[in-house]
C-alpha cells in the first residue's frame, strides 16, 4: 500500500511543480515577448513594422501547435513510467531550445535560414512544454489531499506568471539601460541564454523528488495502462471535450494582456516599451497571489462557480480596458492589465484541478496533457495573430473584444459538460487510503 507523503515532500512537490513551469515559462515568455519587440525585424524583415510582427506571431503560434505532439509523447510515458522521469526530459529540451535561440544566427547574417532554425526551435520548446504541464499539476495535485486538489494543483498554475514577471523583468532591465541598436544587436540575447541557468536550477529541485503516491499505487496494482492515448479517445471523450473547451478563453484572455498588448500599445497608441512591459510586471506580479487564492475558492465555492462567474467578467472587461488604456495613462494602462490578469487568475487558478479531474487516474497524465495541448491549438496558438488581424481589418478594439466574448461561450460550454470534483476525490482516495 503506497504511505502517504509527508508535509516535507508535499511541499517540494509543490515548488517543484511552481518552479519547474516557472522555469518552462520563462523560455516561452521570453519568446513572446521578443516576438512583439525584435523577432520580425532581426528574422523577416519586410520593411513594414506589422507585417514583420504578423510573420514573428505566426512562428509564436508554432509553440502552441507543436505542444500536442508533446502532450501525445510525455502524456503517455506519464501514465507508463511516472510523472518525475517526464519532467526532468521536458525541462531539459524546452531550455536548450531557449539557449540555442539565444545564439542564433539573424536574416542579416544566414538569410532565410535563420527563421527556419528560429521555428524549429519554437516547435521543440512546444513539444518539451506540452509534456510539461500534465505532470507538474499532477506532481503537486497527486501528493496534496484531493478535496484540496484547487489549491495543490494551482501550484502549476502559478509558474506562468511567475515566468513572464521573470521574462518581462529581464527585458525591462535589458530595454532600460541599452540603447535600441544595442538591444537588436545583442541585448535580446542575454535574456535566452539566462535560461541555461534556470534549468539547472530546475533540475536540481527536480531530480531529488519522489514520485507521486498515486502513481506508486497504481503501480502496486499492476494498473498501467498499455495506450493511455487510445484508452482516452476511446473511453474518455466527454472529459476530454470539456476539458479542451474549458481552457479555450483563459488562454486568448492570457495572449490579450500578456502578448497583444505589447504590440496595442507600442503600435498603434505609440506608447514607449517600458509602459507595457511595467504593465504586465505588475498585473503578473498580482497573479502569484491570486492564482493560489482562486485555486484554494474553487475548492469551497465549486469548480464550476468559480471558472464560470470569471469568464463572463473575462467578457466583459476589454470594454472596460481599451477605453483606460486610450487615455494613454500609465496608471490607467497598468490598472487594465491588473484588471484582465486578475480575472484570469480566477479562471487559472481552478483550471488545472478542473482539467485533472475529468479523467480517471490511471489516464490523468496523458488526458490532461492532451486536453492542455489541443485546447492551446485553438485557443493561444492563433489568438495574437488573429488580434493583430482584426485590428488590421477593422481598425477597432471591438472586434477583439468580439473575438474574446465567442471564446467565452466555448468555455462555458466546456464547463456545463465537465464533472465536479467529488467522483476524482473518491477514487484518489481508493487508491491511497490513509
Not at 190 to 197: D, G, I, R, T
Not at 231 to 244: D, G, H, K, M
Not at 333 to 340: A, M, P, T
Amino acid at each position: 500500500m503506497a504511505q502517504q507523503p509527508s508535509r516535507s515532500a508535499l511541499a517540494r512537490a509543490f515548488a517543484a511543480s511552481l518552479s519547474g513551469t516557472a522555469l518552462e515559462w520563462y523560455d516561452f515568455a521570453i519568446y513572446s515577448s521578443a516576438a512583439a519587440l525584435v523577432f520580425g525585424h532581426l528574422f523577416f524583415p519586410s520593411g513594414d513594422a506589422l507585417t514583420e510582427t504578423l510573420i514573428a506571431f505566426s512562428t509564436y503560434a508554432v509553440g502552441y501547435v507543436s505542444r500536442p505532439l508533446g502532450g501525445i509523447v510525455f502524456g503517455r510515458l506519464g501514465d507508463v513510467i511516472g510523472r518525475k522521469r517526464v519532467l526532468v526530459i521536458t525541462l531539459l529540451l524546452t531550455g536548450i531550445a531557449t539557449f540555442l535561440i539565444g545564439v542564433l544566427p539573424t536574416h542579416d547574417q544566414i538569410g532565410t535560414s535563420a527563421g527556419v532554425l528560429l521555428v524549429l526551435l519554437r516547435f521543440a520548446q512546444g513539444v518539451g512544454l506540452g509534456g510539461e504541464w500534465g505532470g507538474a499539476v499532477l506532481l503537486s495535485s497527486e501528493f496534496g489531499d484531493p478535496e484540496r486538489r484547487g489549491f495543490w494543483a494551482s501550484a502549476a498554475q502559478v509558474g506562468p506568471p511567475a515566468g513572464t514577471l521573470l521574462a518581462n523583468g529581464v527585458l525591462a532591465v535589458l530595454t532600460g539601460t541599452l540603447s535600441r541598436e544595442q538591444f537588436l544587436s545583442w541585448g535580446w540575447r542575454v535574456a535566452f541564454l539566462l535560461s541555461a541557468v534556470l534549468v539547472l536550477f530546475g533540475l536540481w529541485i527536480r531530480v531529488k523528488l519522489e514520485e507521486t503516491p498515486v502513481f506508486k499505487a497504481i503501480a502496486e496494482h499492476g494498473d498501467r495502462p498499455v495506450a493511455p492515448v487510445r484508452e482516452v479517445f476511446s473511453t474518455q471523450a466527454r472529459p476530454l471535450i470539456a476539458a479542451i473547451l474549458c481552457r479555450v478563453c483563459p488562454d486568448v484572455l492570457y495572449a490579450l494582456f500578456a502578448v497583444f498588448t505589447l504590440t496595442y500599445t507600442t503600435q498603434v497608441l505609440k506608447l514607449p516599451q517600458s509602459w507595457a512591459l511595467t504593465a504586465i510586471m505588475i498585473g503578473s506580479a498580482t497573479q502569484l497571489v491570486l492564482i493560489p487564492l482562486a485555486g484554494a475558492l474553487s475548492d469551497i465555492w465549486g469548480r464550476r462557480r468559480t471558472y464560470a462567474v470569471a469568464t463572463v467578467c473575462a467578457v466583459a472587461w476589454p470594454f472596460v480596458f481599451f477605453p483606460l488604456a486610450e487615455q494613454r495613462s500609465l496608471f490607467l494602462l497598468v490598472l487594465g492589465v491588473i484588471g484582465g490578469l486578475a480575472i484570469h487568475s480566477f479562471l487559472y487558478g481552478p483550471q488545472a484541478a478542473f482539467i485533472s479531474e475529468q479523467f480517471a487516474p490511471r489516464l490523468r497524465y496523458t488526458g490532461s496533457s492532451l486536453a492542455y495541448t489541443l485546447a492551446g491549438v485553438i485557443g493561444g496558438a492563433v489568438a495574437p495573430l488573429l488580434f493583430t488581424w482584426l485590428f488590421a481589418e477593422f481598425g477597432s478594439w471591438l472586434a477583439v473584444a468580439a473575438y474574446l466574448a465567442v471564446t467565452g461561450a466555448i468555455t462555458l460550454v466546456g464547463v456545463r459538460l465537465g464533472r465536479d470534483p467529488h467522483q476524482a476525490e473518491a477514487e484518489d482516495r481508493a487508491l491511497t487510503p490513509t
